[in-house]
């Protein structure tokens, strides 16, 4: 039966192969449109775990109410450094983050003052070349300070000048001290750069008098798609006193657009394929017609009206599979010489306002060629059964008796 | 035992205004075993008789009972399974599935049947052999002139070892020594395997070899006589 459904196909050359074509094509573009997608929101969604920063974030119960210096946590215990050793674990950091206002002689400013382990910082998110003039913070206790391109624009100063810094310490006392600028930075979003000054860990504690306490640990592993599989083991060990929270749990904007793009793949792969089922239908439907005298001696000859039916949707499931393979190699094989990013930046100067880079690293999802894949064959049959169905109801006299 | 048995056919045709008569209270009983000749002129009825016995196309009244069954009471899967199992047909036309070959053609009922491919090979070797198409197993039906195609047409029918064979023209397209080649290759299996033949056909030479020769006209049985009753008329 395979065979017949095989001879069946290669009958018109031509037609067979524009629908092999088509098929192709249209799987081609499911998959290689949806990894671009892919790419650009797996790009955004890596900007926006940066910068939160962290796929993981530790804190105290009352801190997402109220982020002030009370609700500080303590410095990771036994357990908890050993959750943090895990293989799951690629890097985490802990860091203090307080309101406070910074003074030039010119104008002073609110910004959010972090106090960072420059060496876990830079692995976890800050980027060493977003650094435009002067260094990044070399230490714990480093007293240099770190901040935004824009911020000292603002602030009408610049590398080498000293600004003044303060805060309130957990008992409400202002703090302050003075701070050289030892590094400028650029973020891709402005506002960033307005809002965030660094400095070491240390240096802020012993300011703020608040020992070693940390206001959160931000951890990362390799995938933030796997969040859910290691956080648990970090919660338990951070114990019930803390909150420990995944990055779609703290930003529900970023979570939103990781399922916004599911939908939108899904939608995409099914536009391309109604596309395609006309064609499809369409070539059935020519096949089945043409075929109307042989159907019929199959049917005179004691094929049930079932067979008939199988061996239409044979022939149609042995096109969409040789169309998918070919789809298939077709987008892998354009995907991997692109694998080091494709400059977009003369066509979306907007998209680093979302968030996005000017590189677009196209991303191929196994679960999305495995869903395009699946979406083709199932609705592939599922249009065929109507030409199958007709071929099948064929009455074998007429059809034979057709001059 | 009976073959065949029909009771009172009539099947009409509607063609525009036109009405049509294709069979007009046809009944006849074939026993098994039986070989007979459907003759006529053109447009009698014989191929529409055919198609009713085997199925194929539904009498508008009358009944047709193959062995013990009742076509009518059969739904579209058992009459395809009935027509699978028990009948051999030779169209008159359209008789080949162009994309197989001779040999598939000829194996094309035993595998929708289940045969193993093994069995159906050598089968399928022998019988086209035996319709004198040694050699060209692997041709497909383009590749083989209007008389090859009918002989391999034949060999499907009778492969299988059908109860009964319909066979409409057979012999059409053939020449004279193929053509009694075959009507003596339908004698050989009616006599060994008493496979019950009817043959429409419009041939002289073919009407030799039936036990019983039914004449049709305009839808109507006009004679119906033993091969002793003709060779008496004859004489
Ligand atoms: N599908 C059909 N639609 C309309 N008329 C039909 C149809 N099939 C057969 N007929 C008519 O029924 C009558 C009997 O046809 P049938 O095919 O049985 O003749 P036949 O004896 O086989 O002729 P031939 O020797 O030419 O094959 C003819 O008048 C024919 O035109
Ligand atoms: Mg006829």
């Given at each position: 039966?395979l065979?017949l459904?095989?001879?069946?196909l290669w009958r018109?050359?031509?037609?067979?192969?524009?629908?092999?074509?088509?098929i192709t094509?249209?799987?081609?573009a499911?998959i290689?449109?949806?990894a671009?997608m892919?790419?650009?929101?797996?790009?955004m969604l890596h900007?926006?775990?940066?910068n939160?920063?962290g796929?993981v974030?530790?804190?105290?119960?009352?801190?997402?109410?109220?982020p002030?210096?009370?609700?500080?946590?303590p410095?990771?215990?036994k357990?908890?450094?050993?959750?943090?050793?895990?293989?799951?674990?690629k890097?985490w950091?802990q860091?203090v983050r307080v309101p406070?206002?910074?003074?030039s002689?010119r104008?002073s400013?609110?910004?959010?003052?972090l106090?960072?382990?420059?060496q876990s910082?830079?692995k976890?998110?800050?980027s060493l070349?977003?650094?435009?003039?002067g260094?990044?913070?070399?230490?714990?206790?480093d007293?240099?300070?770190?901040?935004g391109a824009?911020?000292a624009?603002?602030?009408?100063?610049?590398?080498g000048k000293r600004v003044?810094?303060?805060?309130?310490d957990?008992?409400?006392?202002?703090?302050e001290?003075g701070?050289?600028i030892?590094?400028i930075?650029?973020?891709?979003?402005a506002?960033?750069?307005e809002?965030?000054?660094?400095?070491?860990?240390?240096t802020v504690?012993?300011?703020?008098?608040m020992?070693?306490?940390?206001?959160?640990?931000a951890?990362?592993?390799?995938?933030?798609?796997?969040?859910s599989?290691?956080?648990?083991a970090i919660?338990k060990a951070?114990g019930k006193?803390?909150?420990?929270?995944?990055?779609?749990q703290?930003d529900?904007y970023l979570?939103?657009?990781l399922k916004m793009?599911?939908?939108f793949?899904?939608?995409w792969?099914?536009?391309?394929f109604l596309?395609?089922s006309f064609?499809?239908?369409?070539t059935?439907?020519?096949?089945?017609?043409?075929?109307?005298?042989?159907?019929?001696?199959?049917?005179?000859?004691?094929?049930?009206?079932s067979?008939?039916?199988y061996?239409?949707?044979?022939?149609?499931?042995?096109?969409l599979i040789?169309?998918?393979?070919?789809?298939?190699?077709?987008?892998?094989?354009t995907?991997?010489p692109?694998?080091?990013?494709?400059?977009?930046?003369?066509?979306?100067?907007g998209?680093?306002m979302?968030?996005?880079?000017s590189?677009?690293?196209?991303?191929?999802?196994l679960?999305?060629?495995?869903?395009?894949?699946?979406?083709?064959?199932f609705?592939?049959?599922?249009?065929?059964?109507l030409?199958a169905?007709?071929?099948?109801?064929?009455?074998?006299?007429e059809?034979l008796?057709k001059? | 035992?009976?073959?065949?048995?029909?009771?009172?056919l009539?099947?009409?045709f509607?063609?525009?205004?036109?009405i049509?008569t294709?069979?007009?209270?046809?009944?006849i009983?074939i026993?098994e075993g039986d070989?007979?000749?459907?003759?006529?002129?053109?447009?009698?009825?014989?191929?529409?008789?055919?198609?009713?016995?085997g199925?194929l196309?539904?009498?508008?009244?009358?009944?047709?009972?193959?062995?013990?069954t009742?076509l009518?009471?059969?739904?579209?899967?058992?009459?395809a399974?009935m027509?699978?199992n028990?009948?051999?047909?030779?169209f008159q036309?359209?008789n080949l599935?162009?994309v197989?070959?001779?040999?598939?053609?000829?194996?094309?009922v035993?595998q929708v049947r289940g045969?193993?491919a093994?069995e159906?090979a050598s089968?399928?070797?022998?019988?086209?052999?035996?319709?004198?198409?040694?050699g060209?197993e692997n041709?497909?039906?383009?590749q083989?002139?209007?008389?090859q195609?009918q002989r391999?047409?034949?060999?499907?029918?009778?492969?299988?070892?059908?109860?009964?064979?319909l066979?409409?023209e057979?012999?059409?397209?053939?020449d004279t020594?193929?053509?009694s080649?075959?009507?003596?290759?339908?004698?050989?299996?009616?006599?060994?395997?008493?496979?019950t033949?009817?043959i429409?056909?419009?041939?002289?030479r073919?009407?030799?070899?039936?036990?019983r020769?039914?004449?049709m006209?305009d839808?109507k049985i006009?004679?119906d006589?033993?091969?002793?009753?003709?060779?008496?008329?004859d004489?």
């Amino acid at each position: 039966m395979l065979t017949l459904a095989w001879r069946n196909l290669w009958r018109n050359h031509r037609r067979t192969v524009i629908m092999l074509a088509a098929i192709t094509v249209g799987v081609w573009a499911m998959i290689f449109m949806t990894a671009l997608m892919r790419g650009m929101v797996d790009d955004m969604l890596h900007n926006g775990i940066r910068n939160l920063p962290g796929e993981v974030q530790i804190h105290n119960r009352a801190y997402r109410d109220d982020p002030s210096i009370n609700n500080s946590i303590p410095a990771p215990d036994k357990n908890l450094l050993k959750a943090l050793q895990s293989d799951t674990v690629k890097a985490w950091t802990q860091r203090v983050r307080v309101p406070a206002v910074i003074s030039s002689e010119r104008d002073s400013r609110g910004v959010t003052l972090l106090g960072v382990e420059p060496q876990s910082e830079v692995k976890i998110g800050f980027s060493l070349d977003s650094i435009s003039e002067g260094r990044f913070l070399s230490d714990n206790n480093d007293d240099g300070l770190v901040i935004g391109a824009r911020l000292a624009e603002r602030l009408e100063t610049r590398l080498g000048k000293r600004v003044v810094i303060m805060s309130q310490d957990p008992k409400n006392n202002i703090a302050e001290r003075g701070f050289r600028i030892i590094g400028i930075y650029k973020a891709k979003l402005a506002s960033l750069e307005e809002r965030y000054v660094y400095t070491g860990l240390e240096t802020v504690q012993t300011l703020l008098k608040m020992k070693n306490r940390v206001s959160e640990i931000a951890i990362t592993g390799e995938d933030y798609r796997n969040v859910s599989s290691w956080y648990p083991a970090i919660e338990k060990a951070a114990g019930k006193n803390m909150q420990t929270l995944p990055w779609y749990q703290i930003d529900t904007y970023l979570s939103s657009m990781l399922k916004m793009m599911d939908g939108f793949v899904l939608v995409w792969i099914i536009v391309v394929f109604l596309a395609l089922s006309f064609g499809l239908v369409n070539t059935l439907v020519m096949a089945v017609f043409e075929r109307v005298h042989e159907i019929g001696l199959m049917q005179a000859l004691g094929m049930r009206p079932s067979m008939i039916l199988y061996q239409i949707l044979l022939e149609s499931l042995l096109l969409l599979i040789i169309g998918l393979l070919a789809g298939n190699v077709l987008a892998i094989g354009t995907v991997i010489p692109l694998q080091d990013g494709i400059d977009i930046s003369a066509v979306a100067e907007g998209m680093e306002m979302m968030g996005s880079s000017s590189i677009l690293y196209p991303a191929l999802k196994l679960n999305d060629m495995l869903l395009a894949n699946t979406v083709v064959i199932f609705l592939g049959v599922l249009t065929s059964i109507l030409p199958a169905w007709r071929a099948a109801r064929f009455d074998p006299v007429e059809a034979l008796g057709k001059e | 035992m009976t073959a065949i048995v029909c009771k009172d056919l009539c099947k009409t045709f509607q063609q525009g205004d036109e009405i049509i008569t294709g069979l007009e209270n046809v009944s006849i009983t074939i026993e098994e075993g039986d070989f007979v000749c459907l003759s006529g002129p053109s447009g009698s009825g014989k191929t529409t008789l055919l198609n009713a016995m085997g199925g194929l196309d539904t009498p508008d009244s009358g009944q047709i009972l193959i062995g013990n069954t009742r076509l009518d009471q059969l739904g579209k899967g058992a009459l395809a399974d009935m027509r699978l199992n028990k009948i051999g047909f030779v169209f008159q036309s359209y008789n080949l599935i162009p994309v197989l070959t001779a040999r598939e053609n000829v194996e094309f009922v035993m595998q929708v049947r289940g045969v193993p491919a093994k069995e159906r090979a050598s089968r399928s070797f022998k019988i086209l052999k035996e319709v004198g198409l040694q050699g060209m197993e692997n041709r497909r039906p383009a590749q083989l002139s209007g008389g090859q195609q009918q002989r391999v047409a034949v060999a499907r029918a009778i492969v299988g070892h059908p109860a009964l064979v319909l066979a409409d023209e057979p012999t059409a397209n053939l020449d004279t020594l193929s053509s009694s080649q075959l009507m003596e290759l339908f004698v050989e299996l009616n006599h060994h395997h008493n496979i019950t033949f009817v043959i429409a056909t419009h041939d002289v030479r073919v009407m030799r070899y039936a036990k019983r020769l039914i004449k049709m006209q305009d839808g109507k049985i006009i004679s119906d006589d033993t091969q002793e009753q003709i060779n008496t008329r004859d004489k």
